[in-house]
């Protein structure tokens, strides 16, 4: 038999494959993906919310926690949490475990912390809307929450789900893949568009360089790690739009698995002063795990970089058995001079 933490790992992950990451986002309807105007489905949105309250229910014995959990959960997915707090807190929601762990820990418990995140209730608060991440594929309407709550407490307090929870994954599954197609094939139209703009330059599938001020300067390697300003925007049919994030100056390890590859593979174009922007379509930016709740899959992103130096000629991955344990390969050979 599984442990209590063991099963709310395995809801977390449910609901990760039955949603493949995406989102809820204040502008479906600019984007395509206007919920309002899709029928309600009862029977999916009691699934989701049954698979997401399995296994959750020790940390629902205190009721003030629970009562925490569930308002930040359904705020979330009620559109009432501003996108930028996931841009900006992305890795701490994404270490749910942790979260779990000092829940279960007890946490500091009540009085002002210096950091009031990291009370009890300010954990809590952060659980819920963890677990709202996964959630937020699937768009889920106003009418279709209290669906989705009345399952996820029937979860909680181990009732027999009230309805067929094999078709209410096969509604799920159906709708996040409509959803993900719609995204798929508008991202792929906008980047026809953007191709046909004056002096763009196509790289490799889905990669387009669009650049401004020019630069004498040396270029970085595929295995550099560089010293960037950037900022990341929406795509649309227009090399301007929507930006998603504040412009920040940062380093970039350009082989990092991590990266989103159209930076991976657009860097080694640029000369250090130079500025860009950098049109990645959907499978050469986030991918399938997207950046909730702003980048879903399927959507492209428009990164304006400025190339401010080479930090280091050839990035060194950590030796450590999280990389092992995800089979981080090493970087490749240096370019030959």
């Given at each position: ?88 807190h ?17 946490g ?13 209730a ?39 789900p ?8 096969r ?7 409509a ?28 990669v ?8 004498h ?24 739009s ?52 702003i ?8 990164f ?34």
């Open positions: 038999m599984h442990s209590r933490l063991g099963r709310e790992a395995g809801a977390i992950l449910a609901l990760s494959l039955l949603a493949s990451a995406s989102c809820l986002r204040d502008k479906n309807a600019a984007r395509g993906g206007n919920s309002s105007a899709r029928q309600a489905d009862p029977i999916a949105a009691y699934t989701i919310g049954y698979i997401a309250g399995d296994g959750v229910s020790d940390l629902q014995r205190d009721e003030v926690l629970a009562g925490k959990i569930e308002e930040a959960l359904i705020d979330v997915l009620a559109r009432r949490v501003p996108a930028a707090f996931f841009f900006e992305r890795e701490e929601l994404l270490s749910i475990r942790g979260i779990e762990a000092k829940l279960k820990e007890g500091p418990r009540g009085g002002a912390t210096a950091d009031p995140a990291s009370s009890r300010g954990l809590a608060v952060n659980y819920g809307r963890a677990l709202a991440v996964p959630l937020m594929n699937f768009e889920l309407t106003s009418p279709e929450l209290e669906r989705f709550r009345t399952g996820r407490r029937d979860a909680l307090h181990a009732a027999s009230a309805v067929d929870l094999q078709e209410g994954r509604r799920a599954q159906e709708r996040v893949a959803l993900r197609r719609g995204r798929e094939q508008r991202s792929a139209q906008m980047m026809a568009v953007l191709a046909r703009a004056p002096g763009v330059l196509a790289l490799a599938n889905h387009l360089v669009r650049k401004g001020r020019s630069s300067g040396p270029s970085p390697s595929s295995v550099s790690i560089v010293k960037v300003s950037y900022r990341a925007r929406m795509m649309a049919d227009a090399w301007e929507e930006p998603i994030s504040e412009k920040v100056e940062t380093e970039l390890a350009l082989p990092e698995p991590h990266l989103a590859s159209c930076l991976r593979i657009a860097m080694p174009t640029l000369r250090v002063g130079e500025r860009a922007s950098i049109a990645c379509g959907p499978s050469r930016a986030y991918g399938k795990l997207g950046l909730p709740p980048v879903l899959d399927g959507d492209g992103v428009v304006d970089v400025e190339l401010l130096g080479i930090a280091k000629e050839r990035w060194v991955p950590p030796r450590s058995a999280w990389a092992s344990q995800l089979g981080v390969p090493p970087p490749p050979p240096a370019r030959s001079q």
